[in-house]
């Protein structure tokens, strides 16, 4: 095992160096290193060449020129690195020394033959090391040889390998496929037969038979078989299928041009297209089948699709035709594979553990025992089989198939199994090293995909191509969907679009994770282990050894382990993560480093000797305190990626940054006054730019932008005032920049008069794969024609376009034509303080009736807002009319509308009433008219959430709402002073109500009977309800969660509902002047974890024994009626509160101490004291070893804190709260303030 890694770890850091070796022929020329980099580049390649089968050859595994070769490859990389950071320098410093003799150019000694101050010494020096490489390749190459000629003698005795593509169980399955291809229809349209199932159930091969079948070729005129794997977008694939087509390169890169070409090819022809291992999901099933609706097809047309999952296509709306297209009906069948039977699984498995049909090997009868673990371990899946049988193929004794079983079974779950078998089998090196990284990230974290890829490039993982080839940010993508789609990633996060934005390694799989890459880490079974170097290494710190005569570094693991390590090993140490800082000294020792991960370490200044690591591909600074980055990091030339995400404290970056010439992802975010670095242009290598604000002085205008032509992904544009025409705008070439998915445009807020916005947005046409578009605080009263109808140059429709937001628009009096959008998601209309209405243009309806009678094409149902899920109106202060869409023939409107939100839009009296999908309903603010709530109440029928904010009009909610919305699951009710009741009565109410929550009605006296009947309901908060003078007191058994507060009249508790709420987990009851005691039966709710029962003057009875109250995590108490024995009640139950870890006591004036009980909460995390007549915190406040925060209120007579060495105890503290304790505030100040020695260390401290 370790020499198969060690094979997959040389082989891919070969194909690096031979990339690597690419370096510009003038430059070579001028050092004089052209002839050795050549013999260099002639001994990689041979070596490769040895290596292409690495996998299947059992010969060179055990070969001892291995781990040499390892070794002398990791020599050649650095010496090869090293000569590109010289071209580098030479290409950034040499161009400056020109403009400027008299500027001083910082020149770094770098490396051992680098030497600016004497070229001619340090050329000598890099010849002399590249020869002594080759002498030592041409060794290895020569033995090598030897060995090649030993196993080609070998192999003349090894049979062939088995037949490949029989297929197996699957004759019927091929039958029916076939039958419904060639089925005769009168339809004149395409279908598409997708075949769905689990990976390695035999899609493809299923898919190859049904292709390549007699009745299949006689049948279709054409035919063409495409492999989808690694393409997720519609672009891609299309681009993939009209490449297929005319076989030759396809340099269009817009969807709607491609679909032309497609259909200009395939016109009047009955074709076969088939779309092997395609990813589906619904954004881009809708997305996929919009423009294959556009191709007019013959009839009898196929597409044959096979797929992991079909639920996009299954969810598809196949019962009518998409919107706005005239187009026949789509025929949609899906063809679910299920596993093979034992005996057809188990006849693959012979097939491949014994030699395949007519080999030399004979066929043995299977053990039982051996029988039942092979059919568990396939479990029908036709791949699992072959790689089963294929792993225990050379080991004839079944003894020895039962000890693999066993220990494959033992070492991992059922789902893992079959995920080890294809990784076992993947033919790439890359592919392995890069899942095998992973391991660097903790157990179960949510890996970002983008961080991740740009970690594979830094570390050379993945195998660069030929010039006309992927962007290596591309092909990182492809490998990084191809583990996923193989199970060896999991999504865990994605984003509106339907795109995975991070991953996780599945726990059953993390450990073969580790288990590959624990060779290039150190080994937590064994870190004094000499026979391997460092290459990964992740800590909490790293430090000195102080052992004299040793070179060792102390790492201080992530788990608390403290390991010694030898400093010889950590020599090629190329990913290094810490979690605090490091010195300039110990840092200097990591001088091959690749990436280098610093994120929230807490570092308030960055050493300045990072500008010594030539070597730096990729940097992580995020979350951390320095001021300013020091100029050295701009010597890096080879870094590729610069994350500096989460600095607040950071306002400015280096000068020069622009020298860094590799820079291809610059991760950081700040607002509108961030001034940026000049030249930003000259970094034509970029990828990722988050925002570009625009300034004054030369090198900062928005001609920077026009120079980065590989910008991808979202960048924000701010200060577009200073763009002084339409000419200057267009330079930016945003139209040209079409992997920039998400853009906003931003103008100053709070400027004077109209200015130049219209023919600035004019020349900022982007183009039409666009997904997100953000305008903000501009200033026309009229947007420009590309906006209004949502067509660029003319032509082409922004169709894509999923996100739109016109936000602070303020005198933009017309809103664009967007119904007619159809992907359109999310719609945000926010401070568009100009706009009266919005009118039938709004919608497109009349105008695609209009365009439909002009071409002839037949009435049919129009449907608005095709895709629209989200709306959102805000702050429109002067919307008065939303009319209702009207058109003929009949219209659809708002068929997916999920979301809708008006608020602070006071004058709005009409809106549409017709929302058929609406689930959440959230109308904030409308002050003096409840019209538009009662035109929605009148038909809604599909509630979820409803949340009503500030409607002054409203006294009572009409019954209807309820009893036409049974699925309501939220209702929340806020501000809205003239309420006097929520319904007539609660039994209307669905028995959906999980959640109900009612504040600031002040004229709200009481709740409705019937509050049983809310037979679901888990959670109930009242508060602000000053006028609420009883509940109503009847059972509620689901409740969990219970809050009532500021209510002035409340006063008593309602006994029945808290006793039969046997699943309470938390109450929370203050701020009720009236209120005297809580209802008794508080000794059965053992579930309770949180109780808050506070500012209640006149309480006179408290729990009896908090010792009920075992699994308590959260108590807040106190500030009760005089009468109320509170301190013997504390001291009595605190020491059964072991679990607690949250903690408020509100005490009174004349209490003078602490209870000392207190401090045996080992678990208290927050500790918060309020209104004690204490004057000295006691120092056994040190004892409690978890305490993270320590808030202390009203607390007047208090003047001291604990010792010194007490407050030291608290190792874990990271906030100090002091409010309306004016004694003790200035000690607290000088002793934990800003240039303490608290300030170093993460700890804040907060005072009034």
């Given at each position: 095992m370790e020499n198969l890694i060690a094979v997959a770890t040389v082989e891919n850091m070969l194909k690096r160096l031979f990339s690597s070796t690419n370096i510009d022929a003038t430059e070579l020329e001028y050092l004089g290193l052209d002839e050795e980099l050549k013999k260099l580049r002639v001994s990689v390649s041979r070596i490769l060449s040895f290596l292409a089968d690495a996998d299947q050859m059992e010969w060179l595994l055990c070969q001892p020129w291995l781990m040499e070769l390892q070794d002398l490859v990791v020599d050649a990389d650095h010496a090869v690195e090293e000569l590109n950071y010289e071209v580098l320098r030479r290409k950034v410093e040499i161009p400056e020394q020109k403009k400027s003799k008299t500027k001083s150019i910082k020149v770094l000694s770098l490396s051992s033959y680098f030497l600016p101050s004497s070229p001619t010494v340090s050329r000598r020096k890099c010849k002399k090391k590249l020869r002594n490489i080759n002498k030592k390749f041409e060794g290895i190459i020569k033995f090598a040889t030897v060995g090649d000629e030993v196993r080609r003698i070998l192999d003349r005795t090894v049979t062939d390998s088995p037949e490949v593509g029989r297929i197996v169980g699957r004759g019927e399955d091929v039958a029916k496929i076939v039958g419904i291809l060639t089925m005769q229809r009168t339809t004149l349209c395409s279908s598409a037969l997708t075949i769905e199932g689990l990976a390695g159930l035999g899609k493809t091969t299923l898919a190859f038979h049904v292709y390549n079948h007699s009745e299949i070729s006689r049948h279709f005129a054409m035919k063409w078989w495409i492999?989808?794997?690694?393409?997720?977008?519609?672009?891609?694939?299309?681009?993939?299928?009209?490449?297929?087509?005319?076989?030759?390169?396809?340099?269009?890169?817009?969807?709607?041009?491609?679909?032309?070409?497609?259909?200009?090819?395939?016109?009047?022809?009955?074709?076969?297209?088939?779309?092997?291992?395609?990813?589906?999901?619904?954004?881009?099933?809708?997305?996929?089948?919009?423009?294959?609706?556009?191709?007019?097809?013959?009839?009898?047309?196929?597409?044959?699709?096979?797929?992991?999952?079909?639920?996009?296509?299954?969810?598809?709306?196949?019962?009518?035709?998409?919107?706005?297209?005239?187009?026949?009906?789509?025929?949609?069948?899906?063809?679910?594979?299920?596993?093979?039977?034992?005996?057809?699984?188990?006849?693959?498995?012979?097939?491949?553990?014994?030699?395949?049909?007519?080999?030399?090997?004979?066929?043995?009868?299977?053990?039982?025992?051996?029988?039942?673990?092979?059919?568990?371990?396939?479990?029908?899946?036709?791949?699992?089989?072959?790689?089963?049988?294929?792993?225990l193929c050379m080991k004839a004794d079944q003894k020895q198939w039962f000890l693999i079983l066993k220990r494959l079974t033992d070492s991992c779950g059922d789902m893992a199994l079959?995920?080890?078998?294809?990784?076992?089998?993947?033919?790439?090196?890359?592919?392995?090293?890069?899942?095998?990284?992973?391991?660097?990230?903790?157990?179960?974290?949510?890996?970002?995909?983008?961080?991740?890829?740009?970690?594979?490039?830094?570390?050379?993982?993945?195998?660069?191509?030929?010039?006309?080839?992927?962007?290596?940010?591309?092909?990182?993508?492809?490998?990084?969907?191809?583990?996923?789609?193989?199970?060896?990633?999991?999504?865990?996060?994605?984003?509106?679009?339907?795109?995975?934005?991070?991953?996780?390694?599945?726990?059953?799989?993390?450990?073969?994770?580790?288990?590959?890459?624990?060779?290039?880490?150190?080994?937590?079974?064994?870190?004094?282990?000499?026979?391997?170097?460092?290459?990964?290494?992740?800590?909490?710190?790293?430090?000195?050894?102080?052992?004299?005569?040793?070179?060792?570094?102390?790492?201080?693991?992530?788990?608390?382990?403290?390991?010694?390590?030898?400093?010889?090993?950590?020599?090629?140490?190329?990913?290094?993560?810490?979690?605090?800082?490091?010195?300039?000294?110990?840092?200097?020792?990591?001088?091959?480093?690749?990436?280098?991960?610093?994120?929230?370490?807490?570092?308030?200044?960055?050493?300045?000797?990072?500008?010594?690591?030539?070597?730096?591909?990729?940097?992580?600074?995020?979350?951390?305190?320095?001021?300013?980055?020091?100029?050295?990091?701009?010597?890096?030339?080879?870094?590729?990626?610069?994350?500096?995400?989460?600095?607040?404290?950071?306002?400015?970056?280096?000068?020069?940054?622009?020298?860094?010439?590799?820079?291809?992802?610059?991760?950081?975010?700040?607002?509108?006054?961030?001034?940026?670095?000049?030249?930003?242009?000259?970094?034509?290598?970029?990828?990722?730019?988050?925002?570009?604000?625009?300034?004054?002085?030369?090198?900062?205008?928005?001609?920077?932008?026009?120079?980065?032509?590989?910008?991808r992904g979202k960048i924000v544009i701010r200060k577009l005032e200073l763009v002084s025409s339409k000419e200057e705008a267009e330079f930016a070439d945003l139209f040209g920049k079409i992997l920039v998915y998400e853009l906003e445009y931003h103008w100053s807020d709070n400027r004077n008069g109209i200015g130049n916005d219209r023919i600035v947005l004019e020349g900022l046409q982007p183009h039409p794969e666009l997904k997100s578009l953000t305008i903000r605080n501009y200033m026309g009263y009229e947007l420009p024609w590309w906006v209004v109808n949502m067509q660029v140059k003319r032509s082409f429709q922004l169709d894509n376009l999923m996100e739109l937001r016109l936000i602070n628009c303020k005198r933009l009096e017309a809103l664009p034509m967007l119904g007619q959008m159809p992907f359109l998601q999310y719609l945000e209309l926010s401070g568009l303080a100009n706009v009266t209405r919005i009118g039938q243009s709004f919608y497109g309806a009349n105008y695609l009736?209009?365009?439909?009678?002009?071409?002839?094409?037949?009435?049919?149902?129009?449907?608005?807002?095709?895709?629209?899920?989200?709306?959102?109106?805000?702050?429109?202060?002067?919307?008065?009319?939303?009319?209702?869409?009207?058109?003929?023939?009949?219209?659809?409107?708002?068929?997916?509308?999920?979301?809708?939100?008006?608020?602070?839009?006071?004058?709005?009296?009409?809106?549409?009433?017709?929302?058929?999908?609406?689930?959440?309903?959230?109308?904030?603010?409308?002050?003096?008219?409840?019209?538009?709530?009662?035109?929605?109440?009148?038909?809604?029928?599909?509630?979820?959430?409803?949340?009503?904010?500030?409607?002054?009009?409203?006294?009572?909610?009409?019954?209807?709402?309820?009893?036409?919305?049974?699925?309501?699951?939220?209702?929340?009710?806020?501000?809205?002073?003239?309420?006097?009741?929520?319904?007539?009565?609660?039994?209307?109410?669905?028995?959906?109500?999980?959640?109900?929550?009612?504040?600031?009605?002040?004229?709200?006296?009481?709740?409705?009977?019937?509050?049983?009947?809310?037979?679901?309901?888990?959670?109930?908060?009242?508060?602000?309800?000053?006028?609420?003078?009883?509940?109503?007191?009847?059972?509620?058994?689901?409740?969990?969660?219970?809050?009532?507060?500021?209510?002035?009249?409340?006063?008593?508790?309602?006994?029945?509902?808290?006793?039969s709420a046997i699943n309470l987990r938390s109450l929370r009851v203050s701020h009720c002047p009236k209120l005297c005691c809580l209802p008794l039966h508080l000794d059965n709710k053992t579930l309770l974890s949180s109780l808050w029962i506070s500012n209640c003057p006149q309480f006179f009875s408290v729990p009896e024994d908090l010792r009920l109250f075992s699994s308590l995590k959260e108590l807040r108490i106190g500030c009760f009626s005089d009468s109320v024995q509170f301190e013997s009640f504390i001291r009595q139950g605190i020491p059964n509160l072991q679990e607690l870890h949250t903690m408020g006591l509100y005490g009174l004036p004349q209490w003078t101490k602490l209870p000392h009980e207190l401090q045996q909460l080992q678990a208290l995390r927050l500790l918060f004291l309020s209104d004690f007549g204490i004057?000295?915190?006691?120092?056994?406040?040190?004892?409690?070893?978890?305490?993270?925060?320590?808030?202390?209120?009203?607390?007047?007579?208090?003047?001291?804190?604990?010792?010194?060495?007490?407050?030291?105890?608290?190792?874990?503290?990271?906030?100090?709260?002091?409010?309306?304790?004016?004694?003790?505030k200035k000690k607290c100040l000088r002793h934990y303030g800003p240039g303490s020695g608290w300030s170093s260390r993460k700890f804040e401290l907060y005072t009034d």
């Open positions: 492999s989808a794997a690694g393409e997720f977008e519609t672009r891609g694939i299309f681009k993939l299928i009209l490449e297929e087509l005319t076989e030759n390169s396809v340099s269009v890169h817009g969807v709607h041009e491609l679909v032309e070409k497609l259909q200009r090819i395939t016109e009047g022809k009955r074709y076969l297209l088939v779309l092997d291992n395609l990813y589906l999901d619904d954004n881009f099933y809708d997305s996929f089948v919009h423009y294959i609706s556009q191709i007019e097809s013959r009839e009898g047309n196929w597409w044959l699709i096979t797929t992991r999952d079909a639920t996009g296509l299954r969810n598809h709306p196949m019962s009518r035709c998409l919107p706005n297209f005239n187009f026949p009906r789509w025929h949609f069948p899906i063809i679910n594979l299920s596993p093979l039977d034992e005996e057809n699984c188990l006849a693959i498995f012979k097939e491949h553990a014994f030699g395949g049909p007519g080999q030399a090997l004979q066929q043995q009868e299977i053990q039982p025992e051996i029988r039942r673990y092979i059919l568990d371990i396939c479990e029908g899946i036709p791949l699992a089989a072959k790689l089963l049988g294929s792993l079959n995920s080890r078998l294809v990784f076992y089998q993947m033919p790439s090196s890359s592919l392995k090293k890069c899942f095998a990284y992973c391991s660097n990230f903790p157990k179960d974290h949510g890996i970002d995909k983008e961080q991740l890829v740009q970690l594979w490039i830094a570390e050379g993982l993945i195998e660069p191509e030929d010039e006309s080839a992927l962007d290596l940010e591309d092909k990182g993508y492809e490998l990084f969907y191809i583990l996923l789609h193989h199970c060896l990633l999991e999504a865990a996060k994605k984003d509106i679009y339907g795109n995975v934005t991070h991953c996780r390694v599945p726990d059953a799989l993390y450990r073969l994770a580790v288990s590959h890459s624990r060779y290039d880490s150190i080994d937590s079974e064994n870190p004094t282990r000499k026979d391997t170097l460092v290459r990964y290494l992740r800590a909490q710190s790293i430090e000195q050894d102080d052992i004299p005569g040793e070179c060792n570094l102390i790492v201080h693991s992530m788990d608390g382990k403290i390991q010694r390590v030898e400093a010889s090993r950590m020599l090629n140490v190329s990913t290094l993560i810490l979690k605090s800082n490091i010195s300039d000294d110990l840092l200097l020792n990591f001088k091959f480093l690749h990436v280098l991960n610093l994120s929230y370490a807490d570092i308030e200044e960055l050493s300045f000797s990072i500008g010594n690591l030539v070597h730096l591909r990729y940097v992580d600074l995020s979350g951390n305190r320095f001021k300013v980055l020091h100029e050295s990091i701009c010597l890096l030339y080879n870094l590729e990626t610069l994350r500096l995400l989460e600095c607040p404290s950071l306002k400015v970056l280096p000068m020069d940054i622009s020298n860094l010439i590799s820079l291809r992802h610059l991760h950081f975010y700040y607002d509108e006054e961030f001034q940026m670095p000049p030249k930003m242009g000259l970094l034509t290598s970029l990828r990722t730019l988050l925002f570009y604000n625009l300034g004054l002085e030369d090198g900062q205008g928005i001609k920077e932008l026009g120079y980065l032509k590989n910008l009736a209009l365009l439909n009678r002009r071409n002839g094409i037949p009435q049919t149902t129009i449907t608005v807002f095709p895709a629209l899920k989200r709306l959102k109106l805000d702050s429109m202060p002067n919307l008065i009319q939303w009319m209702e869409a009207q058109v003929r023939p009949p219209i659809e409107v708002f068929p997916c509308l999920e979301k809708l939100t008006i608020q602070y839009c006071p004058r709005l009296s009409t809106m549409p009433y017709h929302f058929p999908a609406v689930k959440e309903l959230k109308i904030p603010f409308l002050v003096h008219n409840s019209t538009p709530l009662a035109n929605i109440c009148s038909s809604v029928t599909t509630l979820t959430e409803l949340c009503l904010y500030g409607i002054s009009e409203v006294t009572c909610l009409p019954n209807s709402l309820f009893s036409s919305n049974p699925k309501l699951e939220i209702l929340c009710i806020s501000s809205c002073p003239n309420l006097t009741h929520v319904v007539p009565s609660f039994h209307n109410f669905g028995t959906s109500l999980r959640q109900f929550s009612i504040n600031g009605c002040n004229r709200l006296s009481e709740l409705p009977q019937g509050l049983n009947h809310l037979s679901c309901l888990e959670s109930l908060s009242i508060e602000e309800c000053h006028d609420l003078k009883s509940l109503p007191d009847e059972q509620l058994k689901f409740l969990g969660f219970l809050k009532i507060a500021y209510c002035d009249e409340l006063g008593h508790l309602p006994h029945q509902m808290i006793k004057k000295a915190l006691p120092n056994w406040l040190g004892k409690l070893s978890s305490l993270e925060e320590l808030g202390l209120y009203r607390c007047k007579k208090l003047k001291d804190m604990p010792s010194n060495e007490a407050m030291k105890s608290l190792t874990k503290l990271m906030r100090l709260s002091i409010f309306g304790c004016p004694l003790v």
